[in-house]
């Protein structure tokens, strides 16, 4: 290889180098690159905030239809409301003095006929009450008859009760002064044998010695000397 195909390659290098330097251009960088999966991400989200965006939409359509009907209702309603209006103001009646006494004649033919029931009422409620207070005062004066009866009931069998006991303190000491004869007829035979034989008990007193009587004798003789 020659000297001068040497300097003839590098020559077209240099140039072919300038060129891609000076070319307009842009190489992208490789940090900007995005990948399958990120455009894919990209195109759902894409898609869910176009569907986000139809939904707000579909939403505010259906808020402006439903304004639009309240608003023809509202204009309606205040079409008829001024017709009617001026159909009342056309039509009013005209209130001359005869009219007027006739309402007022009728007016006060009602409202004696509604005074005239209220005293009706009046009445007969008033008559049902004093005929409810009469009855209770006739049951009250049974009531009443009835507890002195039964007071009076109570104290006949108090005064028979007490009759009964004084018969019974008046027989109590008659019966105590029964006979002997009764007496041992109830007594058992051992209390009939007590009474015959004192000695033979426990109970009976000793007869008086003989020792006990001198003193008595002695004070007898001591006394007849001074009495002379």
């Not at 072919?16 to 960088?29: C, G």
């Not at 006739?102 to 007016?107: F, M, S």
């Not at 002997?180 to 009939?192: D, G, I, L, N, R």
Request: negative net charge; charged residues 40%.
């Amino acid at each position: 290889m020659t000297f001068r195909k040497v300097a003839h390659t590098r020559y077209e290098r240099n140039q072919r180098l300038m060129a891609e330097l000076f070319n307009p251009q842009i190489v992208n960088d490789t940090r900007t690159i995005v990948g399958q999966s990120r455009i894919e991400m990209l195109r759902k989200q894409a898609q869910s905030l176009a569907s986000h965006q139809s939904k707000l939409e579909d939403e505010l359509r259906k808020l402006d239809e439903t304004f639009e009907a309240k608003k023809r209702a509202i204009e309606k309603g205040s079409e008829q409301f001024a017709e009617q209006l001026k159909k009342v103001c056309e039509e009013k009646p005209v209130l001359d003095d005869n009219k007027f006494q006739e309402l007022v004649t009728k007016w006060e033919g009602e409202l004696s006929t509604a005074y005239v029931d209220y005293k009706k009422k009046q009445d007969e409620i008033a008559a049902k009450a004093e005929s409810d207070r009469a009855a209770l005062a006739e049951k009250s004066a049974l009531f009443a008859m009835v507890a002195e009866n039964d007071d009076e009931a109570k104290e006949k069998e108090k005064e028979e009760e007490e009759q009964q006991n004084e018969e019974k303190a008046e027989k109590a000491p008659e019966q105590s002064e029964e006979n002997p004869a009764e007496k041992c007829k109830s007594a058992s035979p051992k209390e009939v044998n007590d009474e015959a034989n004192p000695s033979e008990n426990g109970n009976s007193n000793p007869a008086p010695s003989q020792e006990d009587d001198t003193p008595a004798e002695e004070e007898e003789q001591d006394e007849t000397p001074m009495d002379e």
